[in-house]
Nanobody
Framework: VQLQASGGGSVQSGGSLTLSCAAS?????????IGWSRQAPGTERRGIAC????????SYEDSVKGRFTISRDYAKGTVILQMNDLTPKNTAVYYC?????????????????????WGQGTLVTVSS
């Protein structure tokens, strides 16, 4: 399984960015969850959003609820993270990750340690 994250860049406070995670290598029998985590300078990486193919459920970290939306683009085979109303606190390297398994295993994890595969990061910089 390979993940390719893209869409990072620089934006002013209050602006929006759309991140994309292109995933490949799944089989037709695989269930998977794909999520986004971020790591700001001097901090630990932390999960912020996730979507599961098992039951279609999604989850968000409290600080991004109402501003970030995760969705799947079935035609392109990507997972999108739409980020609105960005603030300088959102400046970080954003990573997408996935866990693959059975219907019951491919749910959004509680911890970042539960992901199976990671993509490279994409830098988001928000200026005030």
């Amino acid at each position: 399984v390979q993940l390719q994250a893209s869409g990072g860049g620089s934006v002013q406070s209050g602006g929006s960015l759309t991140l994309s995670c292109a995933a490949s290598g799944f089989t037709s029998a695989d269930y998977y969850a794909i999520g986004w985590s971020r790591q700001a300078p001097g901090t630990e990486r932390r999960g912020i959003a996730c979507i599961s193919s098992s039951d279609g459920s999604w989850s968000y970290e409290d600080s991004v609820k109402g501003r970030f939306t995760i969705s799947r683009d079935y035609a392109k085979g990507t997972v999108i993270l739409q980020m609105n109303d960005l603030t300088p606190k959102n400046t970080a390297v954003y990573y997408c990750a996935t866990r693959v398994g059975s219907y019951y295993e491919a749910v959004c994890p509680i911890s970042d340690y539960e992901w199976d595969y990671w993509g490279q990061g994409t830098l988001v910089t928000v200026s005030s």
